[in-house]
Nanobody, 121 residues
Framework: QVQLVESGGGLVQSGGSLRLSCAAS????????MAWYRQAPGKPRELVAS???????NYESSLKGRFSISRDNSKNTIYLQMNSLKPEDTAVYYC???????????????WGQGTQVTVSS
């Protein structure tokens, strides 16, 4: 069993910052990669950013520059630093544990419960 627990969401004004955390525990396999997704009301879940256990990152192109993903392998934790937040960033943010295949993230069916981020205008 794998457990993923997100934290750090909340209400912030437009232009503000938040840092999300996702801690993984349980039977975590090697050669893994982790990612952040988000889902706004009435919209499909979308990939925000991913990071392999070797530190290779990938971003949704429109978010690169404002969002930064990182990980601490000693804590099995990933982070998402979100700066210059906009109302359209409002969503539930989820983390996913997937596979690292030759430096590329592939999602698997391990999800956290999500953390709400609300950006007010």
């Amino acid at each position: 069993q794998v457990q993923l627990v997100e934290s750090g969401g909340g209400l912030v004004q437009s232009g503000g910052s938040l840092r999300l955390s996702c801690a993984a525990s349980g039977r975590i396999f090697s050669d893994n990669a982790m990612a952040w997704y988000r889902q706004a009301p009435g919209k499909p879940r979308e990939l925000v950013a991913s990071v392999t256990d070797g530190g290779r990152t990938n971003y949704e192109s429109s978010l690169k520059g404002r969002f930064s993903i990182s990980r601490d392998n000693s804590k099995n934790t990933i982070y998402l630093q979100m700066n210059s937040l906009k109302p359209e960033d409002t969503a539930v943010y989820y983390c996913n544990l997937g596979a690292d295949v030759s430096g590329t993230y592939y999602p698997d069916d391990y999800w956290g419960q999500g953390t709400q981020v609300t950006v007010s205008s």
